[in-house]
């Protein structure tokens, strides 16, 4: 198994423009997860999926921030408009309800 | 609501020591807890997951031990090398009467660095 797809590794985008970040999680797992890593907060959940459905968005910063899970095999964290605060490394992962695998992440900067 | 703290922030330490690094937890109504190391610009690789009625799991130089009433778990690294240099990440899931809730609650992290 190639292990948990994010795409893109790399975002540059400029403020107030909408971006997508995608994930392929690993088959068979019925849990899915959104993080944010800054330096300031460490790693924090945003929202996660299980069986397809959001489980807790709690951790959702604002309504700028949404996210689906179309189906078990892909997911998306779409922040519209972007800020320069949203500048982080988000990290999709997965797994069953004991244990979870994290992807490469995805380093977004806005200007 | 959970809170991870992880001592020290960072350490450094000569080539060949023996380390512990240490993690606390606030509710001690947990289902597991699991280690993780994270290299620089890279993803989190799970290294042992200790589940709430276990005391310590091991994996070659690692060993975690957990203490669940207290709230407090260690990793302790065996004969330290220079490819341990690594940020080093607490991880507490969630849950009660056996049912895990999937989400983890991480700490802040302990960055390592040895040197040669």
């Known amino acids: 198994d190639a292990g948990v797809i994010q795409s893109p590794r790399h975002e540059v985008t400029e403020m107030g423009q909408e971006v997508t970040l995608r994930c392929k999680p690993i088959s068979g797992h019925d849990y899915l997860f959104w993080y944010r890593q800054t330096m300031m907060r460490g790693l924090e959940l945003l929202i996660y999926f299980n069986n397809n459905v959001p489980i807790d968005d709690s951790g959702m910063p604002e309504d700028r921030f949404s996210a689906k899970m179309p189906n078990a095999s892909f997911s998306t964290l779409k922040i519209q408009p972007s800020e320069p605060r949203d500048s982080a490394v988000y990290f999709c992962?997965?797994?069953?309800?004991?244990?979870?695998?994290f992807g490469q992440g995805t380093r977004l900067t806005v200007v | 609501k959970q809170e991870v703290t992880q001592i020290p922030a960072a350490l450094s330490v000569p080539e060949g020591e023996n380390l512990v690094l240490n993690c606390s937890f606030t509710d001690s109504a947990i289902y597991n807890l699991q280690w993780f190391r994270q290299d620089p610009g890279k993803g989190l690789t799970s290294l042992l997951l200790?589940?709430?009625?276990?005391r310590e799991q091991t994996s070659g130089r690692l060993n975690a031990s957990l203490d669940k009433s207290s709230g407090r778990s260690t990793l302790y690294i065996a004969a330290s090398q220079p490819g341990d240099s690594a940020t080093y990440l607490c991880?507490?899931?969630?849950?009660?009467?056996?049912?895990?809730?999937?989400?983890?609650?991480f700490g802040q992290g302990t960055i390592l660095t040895v040197h040669p």
């Open positions: 992962a997965s797994g069953r309800r004991t244990e979870a695998f």
């Open positions: 991880a507490v899931r969630i849950g009660a009467g056996g049912t895990s809730y999937g989400k983890l609650t």
């Open positions: 200790i589940q709430s009625s276990q």
